[in-house]
């Protein structure tokens, strides 16, 4: 008797069978992914032990006061943003040259084909990927190969190697959204302009790089956050170097300490939101 007057309320207020229907996936993120947001933070205000190694359940600002007093982190955080900002402005160099000649150069019938190889290496292995590129970077490996009759040395593991390889696995994050952008940007835009004789900087910087900036930043969000959150290739490729990602991944795995481990991941959370956050206030995906 029960059931069949739900069931009638519900059919009486399909409006509010709907917002139920959706309130669930809402619900989900609430407890699923904001919840263990919540419980990362409490665990990070906890400490361990250094002669048993258990964690003491116990209310303390230690970690923060290691993170915040302890130069080696604070040059491991700049580091990791400066490695995500040169992913990102690689990545947005490559991608609008490339966006734009899909979009507006090839024909029509080769569009499908070319944004199907853009797509191809994500349909690879991200690990096989990336020992490719460590296989490249090594000694005797292709790079140093190709530099060698110029006198040049392969840059090795290091920094360097690592921004390319992120740069390389990022980068159809980068094409894709500004592709769509180029794609919405009228033909006829493009022939007024010429018609009136502005050159094809003046174009550039004038109509196709405000209509595609919301894409660009788009793309960003993607390129950056990514990097900042891998850890797995500045272990293959990055030799000592050592960033934020991979610092808190041998925290949890190695050292076992995971309350420093949450300290140092709201890090990486707090600077992405902080981005979203400048991103939002700027207006740029208003109309994207």
Partial sequence: MRNNRINTWLYRHKGARAALLLALP??????????SLAVMLVSSLWSVDSFTGNTVHSFSFTNFHTLLTQRVYGTIAIRSITVAVAVTVIDGLLAIPIALFISKVLKPKFRSVVIALVLVPLWASYLVKTYAWRSMFSDGGVISWALKPFGIHGPGFGLTATTITLAYLWLPYMI??????LDRLPNTLLEASSDLGASARTTFT???????????IA????????????????????????LVANVIADNVGT???LPFAAAMALLPIGTILGYLFVVRRSGALENF
């Fill in 26 to 35: 809402v619900l989900w993120l609430a407890v699923a992914y904001l919840g």
């Fill in 176 to 181: 894709l959204p500004i592709y769509a952008g």
């Fill in 206 to 216: 004038s109509i196709i790089l405000p209509i595609i900036y919301p894409a660009i």
């Fill in 219 to 242: 793309g960003s969000i993607f390129t950056f956050s990514l990097s900042l959150g891998d850890y797995i290739v500045v272990k293959i490729v990055g030799g000592t170097t050592q």
């Fill in 255 to 257: 050292a076992g300490n």
